[in-house]
T-cell receptor, first 114, second 114 residues
C-alpha cells in the first residue's frame, strides 16, 4: 500500500462548488504540505502543517482552507471553486525528527473547474 | 524571498550521454536541498537529499553536489538511458518565520532517445 494517498485522483466540478481533497499518510510523519502544480510554474506551496495544532499559510493560500484532522490526515478545501484553480494538487509529508528529512509525495489529484 | 531556477528547462540527448542538470537559488541560508523525478501526470519521487553541511550525495548513476556559497546544485546522471526520461525538480528548504519551508524550481524536462 502507498505511504501517502490522495482522494479523489481526478475531479471535475463547476464554478462555485465546494470541493474537498483529502490526504492520508501511514509514514507517521508530523509535517504535511499541500502544493499545486501548473504547467510551466512548478510546485507552489498552498498550506503546511507542522502538527495537528500548527497550520500555516504558504505562498498561494487565497481561496483555499485546510484541516488537520489527525496527524495522519490533512484535507484541502476550495470553498467556492473557480476555473483558475484547475491544476494538479499534491500532498507531501516529512518527519521533523530526522536530519535526513526528505519529503514524500502522494500521487496527486487532477482538479478541473469548469 | 527564496527563488529557485533550473537550467536548462528542457534537454534532449541520445542514450549513453552523461548529463548535468543545474539548480540555483538566491538565498544561501538553506537547510537542505532535494532532487526529485516526476513522470508525466505522476507524483514526485525523491532521488537525493543533500543536507546543508554536505557537499554531495550519490545513488547509483546519480550524483548531486551542493555549493551553498555560490547558491548552486548540480545533478549528474551517468550513462543516460531512455528510462531516465522525466522531469527533474529541485527543492530547497529556506528559512521562513523561524522554520524552513520548501521552494521548488520549475524543473528540467529530460528526454533520452535510443
Amino acid at each position: 500500500d502507498a505511504d501517502v494517498t490522495q482522494t479523489p485522483r481526478n475531479r471535475i466540478t463547476k464554478t462555485g462548488k465546494r470541493i474537498m481533497l483529502e490526504c492520508s499518510q501511514t509514514k507517521g510523519h508530523d509535517r504535511m504540505y499541500w502544493y499545486r502544480q501548473d504547467p510551466g510554474l512548478g510546485l507552489r506551496l498552498i498550506y503546511y502543517s507542522f502538527d495537528v495544532k500548527d497550520i500555516n499559510k504558504g505562498e498561494i493560500s487565497d481561496g483555499y482552507s485546510v484541516s488537520r484532522q489527525a496527524q495522519a490526515k490533512f484535507s484541502l478545501s476550495l470553498e467556492s471553486a473557480i476555473p483558475n484553480q484547475t491544476a494538479l494538487y499534491f500532498c507531501a509529508t516529512r518527519s521533523s525528527g530526522s536530519s535526513y528529512n526528505e519529503q514524500f509525495f502522494g500521487p496527486g489529484t487532477r482538479l478541473t473547474v469548469l | 524571498k527564496q527563488e529557485v531556477t533550473q537550467i536548462p528547462a528542457a534537454l534532449s540527448v541520445p542514450e549513453g550521454e552523461n548529463l548535468v542538470l543545474n539548480c540555483s537559488f538566491t538565498d544561501s541560508a538553506i537547510y537542505n536541498l532535494q532532487w526529485f523525478r516526476q513522470d508525466p501526470g505522476k507524483g514526485l519521487t525523491s532521488l537525493l537529499l543533500i543536507q546543508s553541511s554536505q557537499r554531495e550525495q550519490t545513488s547509483g548513476r546519480l550524483n548531486a553536489s551542493l555549493d551553498k556559497s555560490s547558491g548552486r546544485s548540480t545533478l549528474y546522471i551517468a550513462a543516460s538511458q531512455p528510462g531516465d526520461s522525466a522531469t527533474y525538480l529541485c527543492a530547497v528548504d529556506a528559512a521562513s518565520g523561524g522554520s524552513y519551508i520548501p521552494t521548488f524550481g520549475r524543473g528540467t524536462s529530460l528526454i533520452v532517445h535510443p
